[in-house]
């Protein structure tokens, strides 16, 4: 599937030619072609995410707001809790959010070497407190098969690595990279939860479709993290539509995030009274298990915080 061509995307983003060099040196842009098949209105809310804006260009908000590089004890290892880790095996992405918590290093070089790979590896084996492992970056799934078939077994080889975990949002973004070759690999490595990122009820495209029936008809399970933004999401009954599309689907909605402070986005926050309200939108009009936990990312907590209920 293609991306938007760069005069394409431009026009949509109405922004002269030297801002967009400037946006584009703080992160790339690239956007999945297939999103132009949502029709208006939708489809402004659902690009809002990923178009460059002015704001971008702010010096407000924090490089690094979860302070991952203090806990980063090995090349691609970010260890903030003490049972499990996020593995950074790529800093590349099929779409780029432009709000996005690693805009620091994602798309853009150096890419992680086979040292980084087998020196991470080397600490996560030297630390049985740990468990669980959430392969993230970037996007896991940009890797090739046998790529990712090589990592995961690598981490299966560590005994006390219980559960696997893949943060990706390929789905909205190449779903056609979901074939049924990845969902078997995927499959061999149970337990293993595929966690996304779905935040507007019309990225349910049909090929998006078709992508998320083929893991969950093989018994993966699929847990879903939304960010609250404004523009996007901030609406209760757009919350509801998405969390029912979400459960039809066989997606666990998991958690709602409030904005993290990244440098270049705060133009996406939302006041946490609207989150508020939102999650009692839901919580009167679908059932529990359909409702999301409201979180903010907290470096200084040892856990999520929990912002509602």
Not at 13 to 32: D, G
Not at 104 to 116: A, F, L
Not at 248 to 253: A, L, N, Q, S
Not at 292 to 301: A, H
Request: hydrophobic fraction near 40%; aromatic fraction near 6%; charged fraction near 25%.
């Amino acid at each position: 599937m293609s991306a938007l061509r760069q005069k394409e995307w431009q026009r949509l983003a109405n922004l002269p030619e030297e801002t967009i060099q400037l946006i584009v040196q703080r992160l790339p842009v690239r956007i999945p072609r297939h999103l132009m098949r949502i029709p208006e209105p939708d489809r402004s809310a659902v690009l809002r995410q990923f178009l460059p804006h002015r704001n971008e260009l702010d010096s407000d908000g924090l490089e690094d707001p979860l302070q991952e590089e203090k806990h980063r004890p090995a090349p691609l290892v970010i260890h903030r809790y003490r049972n499990r880790v996020l593995f950074l095996r790529t800093n590349l992405c099929a779409g780029y959010c432009r709000y996005c918590t690693r805009a620091r290093i994602v798309g853009k070089p150096p890419h992680p070497t086979r040292r980084d790979v087998e020196e991470s590896l080397a600490y996560i084996a030297a630390h049985p407190e740990i468990n669980e492992v959430i392969l993230s970056g970037g996007d896991p799934l940009v890797l090739s098969d046998q790529q990712l078939h090589s990592l995961l077994q690598q981490l299966r080889n560590i005994p006390h690595i219980r559960i696997l975990r893949v943060a990706t949002r390929i789905f909205l973004f190449l779903p056609h990279r979901v074939t049924n070759r990845l969902a078997e690999l995927l499959a061999e490595y149970q337990p293993l939860y595929v966690v996304t990122q779905f935040n507007h009820p019309a990225e349910f495209l049909p090929d998006v479709d078709r992508a998320i029936a083929c893991l969950v008809n093989r018994g993966i399970p699929i847990l879903n993290q939304s960010v609250l933004l404004r523009g996007v999401n901030d609406d209760p009954q757009t919350m509801l539509n998405l969390v029912q599309k979400l459960i039809e689907r066989r997606i666990r909605p998991y958690y709602l995030h409030q904005l993290d402070p990244v440098q270049g986005s705060l133009h996406f926050r939302v006041p946490v009274s609207r989150g508020k309200e939102i999650i009692n939108h839901l919580r009167a009009n679908i059932g529990g298990y359909a409702v999301p936990t409201y979180v903010f990312d907290d470096p200084n907590e040892p856990a999520k915080k929990l912002l509602y209920p």
